[in-house]
C-alpha cells in the first residue's frame, strides 16, 4: 500500500509540470498577458513592461519561459496582479475557502440525500416509490443550475418580500456589505441558495448512481446465497450491499471533490459568490496572468489528489483490490 502511495505520488509531480506547462501555453496565447498588462497599465514604462514579463516568464521561448515561471512559483517569488498590484496569495485563499466551504456542505448534504433516494428507489425497482424518485432524479440533472438559480431567487428574495415585507435570503455575497468578522448564521443565511443550486444535481446524480449499482449487487450470486442462509433483509443491505454498491461511487465522488476546489463557476456568478469560480471569471477577462496560473496549479494538483484518495478508499471497501 505506502509502496503504491509512494510511486503513484512520485508519478503525480511529472503529471502535474506536463499540465500546467500546456496550461502555461494555452494562456499565453489565449490572454495575450503582455498586450493584457499594457491594456491595463497604459503608463507602464518600457522597464516595467520588461520587469512583467521576466518574473511571469514569458519568454518569446516558452520552454524557457515556462521554467522562469516554475522557479519564481516555487521559491515563492509571485507577481502582483496586473489590475491593482494586488498580492496573489491572499486572493486565491479566500477565494478557495469560499469555495470549499459552499462546495463541501453541498456536496454532503447532495451525497446524503441522493445517497439514501437511490437506496430507497432500489429496493422496489419498477415501484410507485422507484418512479417518483427516478422521475424527481432526471428533473434534477435536465434543470440547468442557471435556472434553478434564478428561480430560487425569484421565489425567495424577489416574490417573498413582495409577499412578507422582506425576503427570506439573501441573493449574492457571503456576508453583507460593510461586515466585519465571523459570523456562522449570517455565512449560512447567504450559503442557503447557492447550496441548494449545487445539491439539487448532486441529489440527482448520486441518486441514480446509487440505484443502479444496488440494484446490481442485490441481485447477484453471493447477496441470493446469503439469504438461502437466513441472513436478515437489513443485514444483508447494509454489510453486504450497500458498501459494494458504494465502490463504483468512490470514482465520481473524488473527481466531484477535485472538481469542486477549481469552483463553480456559474452557481458563483450568479449568486456574486466570491469563490474559485467568480476568481477565474474575473482573472480571465482581464488576462491577469499572474492570477490565472496558481489557480490552475491548485485545481490540477487536488484532482490529482482526490485520484489517489479514490484507490486508497477502493481497497478499504473491496479487500479483493490489491493495489500493489
Known sequence: MFRYIFRRAAWSVPT?????????IALRIGTNPVESYKRINPRATKEKIQEYIDINGLDPNY?????????????????RS??????????????????????TVASVVGIFFGLITGVFAALKPGGRRDIFFTTS????????????????????????????????????GVYPAGHVGFNLFLMLKFMALPT???????????????????IEVLNSDYMRTARSKGISE??????????????????????????????????????????MGLYFLKSFGEG?????????????????????LADIAYAWLDPRIRLE
Open 137 to 172: 432524479a432526471f428533473v434534477g440533472i435536465s434543470v440547468p443550475p442557471f435556472i434553478s438559480a434564478i428561480l430560487l431567487q425569484l421565489l425567495f428574495a424577489v416574490y417573498w418580500q413582495r409577499w412578507f415585507g422582506s425576503s427570506l435570503f439573501p441573493t449574492s
Open 63 to 79: 520552454v524557457k519561459g515556462y521554467f522562469t515561471w516554475l522557479k519564481n512559483f516555487l521559491t515563492g517569488n509571485w507577481p
Open 16 to 24: 502535474l509540470m506536463l499540465v500546467t506547462f500546456m496550461v502555461y
Open 288 to 308: 491577469d496572468f499572474p492570477l490565472l496560473m496558481p489557480w490552475m496549479v491548485v485545481i490540477v494538483s487536488s484532482v490529482l489528489a482526490f485520484n489517489l
Open 82 to 103: 496586473i489590475k491593482g498590484s494586488r498580492e496573489v496569495w491572499p486572493a486565491l485563499k479566500d477565494a478557495m475557502a469560499n469555495t470549499l466551504r459552499l462546495g
Open 234 to 275: 437489513r443485514r444483508i443491505l447494509f454489510n453486504h450491499g450497500m458498501r459494494n454498491a458504494l465502490i463504483p461511487l468512490v470514482t465520481i465522488a473524488a473527481l466531484d471533490f477535485g472538481s469542486i476546489v477549481g469552483g463553480l463557476i456559474i452557481t458563483e456568478n450568479i449568486f456574486s459568490y466570491p469563490g
Open 196 to 214: 441548494i443550486v449545487v445539491a439539487i444535481q448532486i441529489v440527482a446524480i448520486y441518486s441514480r448512481y446509487m440505484r443502479s449499482s444496488l
